[in-house]
């Protein structure tokens, strides 16, 4: 069984940053691969990024490049994912999910999931 537990969102202006926090705990092959999922209201829950926990390997979408950074720290068993350049558009509720393989953004291919933390972008 696997933990997540995510942290950091609040509210910023447009063109504000945030650093959001996914600790993870429990068997570590069903969280080799950590993916960000957003959901907005009245939309699909999407992928934002992914990464490898052995590796480092990393995924972002397209309407997040180059403005969302994930990393991790093994020591903390933690997991971040760094927004910069923030739009309304990236409001949504953020959940961190786990799973063994990397399955690009099929939400229905991760088995475990954190609570979600919410991001507001006014």
């Known amino acids: 069984h696997v933990q997540l537990v995510e942290s950091g969102g609040g509210s910023v202006q447009a063109g504000g940053s945030l650093r959001l926090s996914c600790v993870t705990s429990?068997?570590?092959?069903?969280?080799?691969?950590i993916v960000w999922f957003r959901q907005a209201p009245g939309k699909e829950r999407g992928g934002v990024a992914g990464i490898w926990n052995a590796g480092g390997k990393k995924y972002y979408s397209g309407s997040v490049k180059g403005r969302f950074t994930i990393s991790l720290d093994n020591h903390k068993n933690t997991v971040y994912l760094q927004m910069n350049s923030l739009k309304p558009d990236d409001t949504a509720i953020y959940y961190c999910?786990?799973?063994?393989?990397?399955?690009?953004?099929?939400?229905?291919?991760?088995?475990?999931w954190g609570q979600g933390t919410q991001v507001t972008v006014s």
């Open positions: 999910a786990a799973g063994e393989l990397w399955s690009n953004f099929d939400r229905w291919a991760y088995k475990y």
């Open positions: 429990g068997d570590f092959y069903g969280r080799r691969c």
